[in-house]
Each structure stands twice: as C-alpha cells, then as structure tokens.
C-alpha cells in the first residue's frame, strides 16, 4: 500500500537552531517525493521535489532535503531557522505519471522559540 | 499570472443541502485534484481527472460529487450524503505531461450546521 509517514506531529526549535522533519514513505514504483508548506488557511507551496538525480535537493527558503532509498525516508532539513518558518509541513509522495495520485502525509506543526 | 482559483473562501450552508465549490485554473494543466483537509489528518484525496471529461475516485469519494466539462475547470459538489462536510477543500492541478508538483489553491472553508 502507498503511505507516507510523518511521526512527528508537532516540533518546537528555537530561533536559529538547526531542523529536521522526518518522513518515511512506502511505494511500490520510483517515487516522485515532493515537500510543501502551509501557512494557517492558506494553500500549499512547494518547498522542493525529488525524482531522480542527486540525492540531496535543494528547495526555496533554505530548505533542502536528502533521498535515501534505503531507509525510504525522504527528510526535510534547515540549517538555521527564522520566525517565518512557523508554519505546517507536508511530505508527499507519487509517481511521475501526470495522470497519478498524490499521496500526502498528516504533516507536522513547526513552532519557532523566540 | 497563472494559478488556481478557488470560491469562495468560506462559505456557509445548513445541514441536508448540496453545496458546489469552485475550482478553477489557467496553468494549461491536464490533471487537476480535490483534497479535504481536517486537523491532524493531512490531506485526503477526494477526486482527480486527467483530462476532461475524464476523473476517478480518491480515497474519500463518498457524498461528493465533481465534473469535468472544461480544462480550466473542475466543481466539486458535496450532497447532503456527506456525513461530515464541515472541512477545508483544496483543489490542485499537475503539470502536463511527465509530471510535476501539484500547484494548489488557497482553498476554501466549508461549515455545515
């Protein structure tokens, strides 16, 4: 079955500090992997994607993330974090296929420690 | 500039009435998504289409409805059917295609009492 797994519902890091948003996923062809962002009553932005290629992508806002098949984990990191970062995260998982599903996971609440 | 519209962003309806969200975009895209969103539960696929006249059941499809009689277009309708109606709907499109991310809509709050 096709799932994706965010364990962490809710993380709080200070102003500055480093961060990681854990994602697991199971599917059974290549996986396109996305993550997005979304502000409170807004719609999604995507932060970055991954299909093939080089295994650590870099995305917008100082967000990057590492593809490791092994472990069919697809984790979000920022060196340092900003106050404007506060928002909900979504990973995402799908195949190339125009035509496909979307598969999203229950996202995690990133609060920032002034 | 190219993007996806969706009305109104909240929207109020008493309990055993449809109700018909709208959903539409200019991006020239093929494949085009409705997600419901609850607290703590992510997003959950309602229906997507690849083309017109053309769409498929998601996870959730039970008391919605939608239609795809246009490219830029693709209404979602929840009926009376629906247990728990009371969401955020977001509506998406994908590139053409080889693919690409979902672009998303601002969404649209709906409260059924």
């Known amino acids: 079955a096709q799932s994706v797994t965010q364990p962490d519902i809710h993380i709080t890091v200070s102003e500055g500090a480093s961060l990681e948003l854990r994602c697991n996923y199971s599917?059974?062809?290549?996986?396109?992997l996305f993550w997005y962002v979304q502000s409170p009553g807004q719609g999604l932005q995507l932060l970055l994607k991954y299909f093939s290629g080089d295994t650590l992508v870099q995305g917008i806002k100082g967000f990057e993330a590492e593809f490791k098949r092994s472990q069919s984990s697809f984790n979000l990191r920022k060196p340092s974090v900003h106050w404007s970062d506060a928002a909900e995260y979504f990973c995402a998982v799908g195949a190339a296929s125009s035509a496909s599903k979307i598969i999203f996971g229950s996202g995690t609440r990133l609060s920032i420690r002034p | 500039d190219g993007g996806i519209t969706q009305s109104p962003k909240y929207l109020f309806r008493k309990e055993g009435q449809n109700v018909t969200l709208s959903c539409e975009q200019n991006?020239?895209?093929?494949?085009m998504y409705w997600y419901r969103q609850d607290p703590g539960q992510g997003l959950r696929l309602i229906y997507y289409?690849?083309?017109?006249?053309?769409?498929q059941k998601g996870d959730i499809a039970e008391g919605y409805s939608v239609s795809r009689e246009k490219k830029e277009s693709f209404p979602l309708t929840v009926t009376s059917a629906q247990k728990n109606p009371t969401a955020f709907y977001l509506c998406a499109s994908r590139d053409p295609g080889t693919g690409g991310p979902l672009h998303f809509g601002n969404g649209t709050r709906l409260t059924v009492t």
């Open positions: 991006l020239n895209h093929d494949a």
């Open positions: 599917y059974g062809a290549t996986p396109y």
């Open positions: 289409s690849q083309i017109v006249n053309d769409f």
